[in-house]
């Protein structure tokens, strides 16, 4: 499968800041990022595990601090969960953002990606607390991988429903994109 297009600045953001580079660049980068996560949410520097499709584990390193959200993508590390919200603009969920868990649950998407322990299978839950259906497009990488591919993904009914994704192997990042609202029309409900 092929990868799509505006999902690739993001999978190179991650793949640059996980790669060996030179200091000083390195250096000036992480200045620049840290201002940035001033502002928005990032996922700060540091390692996280991940079960391979063996059943080893690895850990993974985060040389400086990555945005969670970048444009309108929204990049999922294992372990994590966040919130995220944003204006709703001719059917669309754009200006995306991570929110800190508010009070009232409106408006707003929970995310969760992980692994149970001592398996690869890697889960996907978004719970929708927008009133309409919520549709997106999803991009997985592998770990040890260097593209991501393209992979399912199933409405989830609005109003505090949620949606389980599942896949029976490791993936080191997931990203999501393309946020659109539709009916609840029984079309418009299957996964692709």
Not at 152 to 178: K, M, N, T
Request: with cysteine.
């Amino acid at each position: 499968m092929t990868q799509p297009s505006h999902l690739v600045p993001l999978a190179v953001a991650l793949l640059l800041s996980v790669a060996a580079i030179d200091h000083s660049l390195a250096q000036d980068s992480a200045e620049r990022i840290d201002k940035s996560c001033d502002r928005i949410r990032c996922y700060q520097p540091g390692s996280f595990p991940v079960t391979l499709n063996d059943g080893s584990e690895a850990t993974f390193e985060l040389k400086v601090a990555v945005p969670i959200v970048k444009g309108d993508v929204v990049s999922m590390l294992p372990g994590t969960t966040v919130f995220v919200s944003g204006s709703v603009v001719e059917g669309k969920l754009v200006n995306l953002r991570v929110v800190e868990k508010p009070t009232e649950l409106k408006d707003v998407l929970q995310i969760r990606m992980w692994q149970e322990p001592g398996m690869a299978d890697t889960f996907l839950v978004v719970t929708n607390y927008f009133h309409d259906v919520v549709k997106y497009r999803a991009a997985m990488l592998f770990p040890q991988a260097d593209e991501f591919h393209s992979t399912s993904s199933c409405a989830v009914l609005g109003d505090g429903r949620v949606g389980y994704e599942h896949w029976p192997h490791a993936i080191f990042q997931l990203v999501l994109a393309d946020f659109v609202f539709r009916s609840a029309d029984i079309e418009e409900l299957r996964c692709e």
